[in-house]
């Protein structure tokens, strides 16, 4: 996938964008299976080791789609989670994001009086009104030979950790998913308390 996202051509994209699509998919799975498990893992990690792996591993994409991939997280922000449940979370809902973009996609990371929340927010078409509903009622997409798995692992993953997966139209438009965890204070703010 490395050489094919190096190399120069539209060949060496399709080829770089199927192997990045399997890759995700066998993780996905597995993922899935330890849901089923029962097995998660809580502890605290910085704010932005949630979004940088998805960011890497989906940033020539965006690129080569000629999307901007825009991130604001503010330096020393940690979190409480399961970090491979979270990465995996993000990285689905950035997947999504870049799909139905038009210019840009937006990670975010900020304070809110419940912890902190994490959206991922695209400047494409609205959210469909019968996909806001069923996320609504907590309902799963039907899943098709082309897709539906993502949300729906997103919103078990959600489950599974107790989080609330919320589905919004964004400012100026387009869509916006979110998520909040837990803020754990950072050695600094203990200091000073």
Avoid: Y
Wanted: hydrophobic share 50%.
């Amino acid at each position: 996938m490395r050489s094919a996202d190096a190399a120069t051509g539209e060949f060496s994209r399709d080829v770089a964008r199927t192997g990045r699509a399997l890759l995700l998919m066998i993780e996905d799975l597995v993922l899935w299976a330890r849901l089923r498990a029962g097995t998660r893992v809580a502890a605290v990690h910085a704010a932005s080791a949630l979004i940088a792996p998805a960011v890497a591993l989906h940033h020539s994409l965006a690129e080569h789609g000629g999307l901007k991939l825009m991130l604001e997280i503010p330096e020393g922000m940690r979190v409480e989670t399961d970090l491979v449940l979270a990465q995996t979370l993000v990285r689905n809902l950035l997947a999504n994001a870049l799909k139905f973009a038009r210019t840009r996609v937006i990670l975010r990371a900020e304070e809110s009086d419940a912890g902190v929340r994490f959206t991922v927010g695209n400047d494409g078409p609205p959210l469909p009104l019968e996909v806001a509903a069923r996320l609504a009622a907590g309902e799963d997409e039907p899943m098709t030979a082309t897709g539906g798995m993502g949300l729906r692992l997103c919103r078990e993953i959600c489950l599974a950790q107790g989080l609330r997966l919320e589905a919004r139209s964004g400012v100026d438009g387009g869509t916006e998913f979110g998520f909040i965890l837990k803020r754990i204070a950072s050695a600094v703010e203990m200091e000073n308390a």
